[in-house]
């Protein structure tokens, strides 16, 4: 924030003791902040000498049952280092901007606790006023407040960086991570930081703010076919692009892989060094709890994939359940060689086990997934004869659909 000296630290103070007074501010107020100071007043008085705590039980079973709880536990080495290197308080709230979890550096710690910035502190604006937690939270993107923009004199003294936490996957907002210091310690960085950290807190959060999904039991499950989604002992792993191939293809080869051959079946033609597999593969190992073995690689647990169902129903013949199984192609956008020559077998072994088999449900369903396959489409028609049934008038629909 440009100006976080003395200077710009006295020109907010006398327009907050200016606004109190009941007159118009300057222009060195942000209309965000003047805004907040306006709705603050409705709740709160000058004299607020602490946030006011939840109970303290009732505040660590929220945490526990909160998706931000795995995330925190997963990243807690890198949350303190920032707090200790930086001199900052570390905090995580629910969507209340209640704290759930906080972590304060040296000098920090305690001036954080004396105004309860604390786990079960309800920083909120209705309780504290202006501050940057809660602005984050209100306009759903990164907020700094510094020195008297915060309403409450209490924290005056510090300069804060928030940025809200979102589900991964449906984007509610599940809290915010801020970053607070003492004005004098400001950073132009300060609000990258926070809002790198809270991209990376997203990244450890399990979807939907389901830790586990029961349903698909101990080891490895891979969805590939149409999407990737790596699920471990039930809860899924939140993997780049490459390091979801890694796993595809070693399922495909259970016998195992040197790393000239994960190599050249992931990499094919592209100047990629070992030194990079290498390093994709530790941090596959590190997320899969150790269990992906080397010399040769291999995974070291139970493992089922969809391209399993696929396979087993192609074999016997039944166009259905091949159908239900196969959820688009394999890997989608893949550029690894051997994923790329297994999603094609799969969808020619599909698509043939239909023609063998057009049943008016099953072309249906492979319509949804595979669109544009005219022939399909037409054999179903044709398989139905002169005869009335349901399925006609859809099937029809969809092949002129397809024509257009």
């Not at 979102?166 to 607070?180: F, K, Y």
């Not at 389901?210 to 039991?217: E, F």
């Not at 969809?306 to 192609?314: I, L, N, P, Q, S």
Request: charged share 25%.
């Amino acid at each position: 924030m440009a100006g976080n000296g003395s200077g710009r630290r006295r020109v907010l103070e006398r327009a907050w003791e200016h606004w109190r007074q009941g007159n118009t501010p300057d222009d060195e107020v942000r209309p965000e902040i003047l805004s907040s100071w306006k709705r603050s007043a409705e709740h709160i008085t000058d004299g607020v000498a602490a946030a006011p705590l939840a109970d303290e039980g009732e505040t660590r079973s929220l945490f526990e049952d909160s998706p931000l709880s795995a995330a925190v536990n997963r990243l807690e080495g890198a949350l303190r280092s920032a707090a200790e290197d930086g001199d900052l308080v570390v905090a995580v709230t629910d969507p209340q901007t209640r704290i759930l979890w906080t972590y304060g550096g040296r000098v920090m710690r305690n001036t954080a606790e004396e105004v309860n910035f604390v786990a079960g502190g309800r920083w909120d604006e209705g309780s504290v006023g202006t501050n940057a937690l809660n602005l984050a939270l209100r306009n759903d993107r990164g907020a700094t407040v510094f020195a008297a923009e915060h309403y409450a004199p209490i924290v005056h003294n510090w300069v804060c960086w928030a940025a809200p936490v979102h589900d991964p996957v449906t984007g509610a907002q599940l809290g915010v991570l801020d970053l607070s210091t003492t004005r004098d310690r400001g950073h132009p960085i300060g609000a990258a930081t926070a809002r790198a950290l809270a991209r990376l807190l997203e990244t450890a959060i399990p979807p939907s703010g389901v830790p586990t999904s029961p349903h698909l039991g101990t080891g490895l499950h891979l969805r590939l076919l149409g999407a990737v989604e790596v699920h471990l002992d039930g809860s899924r792993l939140l993997l780049t692009r490459r390091r979801g191939e890694i796993p595809a293809l070693l399922a495909l080869h259970p016998e195992g892989l040197s790393l000239g051959e994960l190599h050249a079946l992931l990499y094919g033609d592209e100047r990629v060094s070992t030194s990079t597999l290498k390093s994709e593969v530790s941090h596959l190992r590190t997320a899969l709890g150790g269990r992906l073995a080397s010399r040769p690689y291999r995974l070291d647990l139970s493992v089922t994939t969809d391209v399993d169902a696929v396979r087993a129903a192609v074999r016997l013949g039944d166009a259905r359940a091949a159908v239900d199984a196969y959820g688009g192609d394999l890997v989608p956008g893949t550029s690894s060689p051997m994923l790329s020559e297994t999603a094609e077998y799969l969808a020619v072994a599909v698509r043939e086990c239909l023609l063998q088999d057009p049943r008016p449900a099953a072309v249906l369903a492979y319509s949804e997934v595979v669109p544009g396959d005219l022939e399909v489409i037409q054999r179903g028609l044709d398989d139905l004869g002169d005869g009335h049934h349901p399925a006609r008038a859809q099937l029809s629909a969809r092949l002129a659909a397809a024509l257009r």
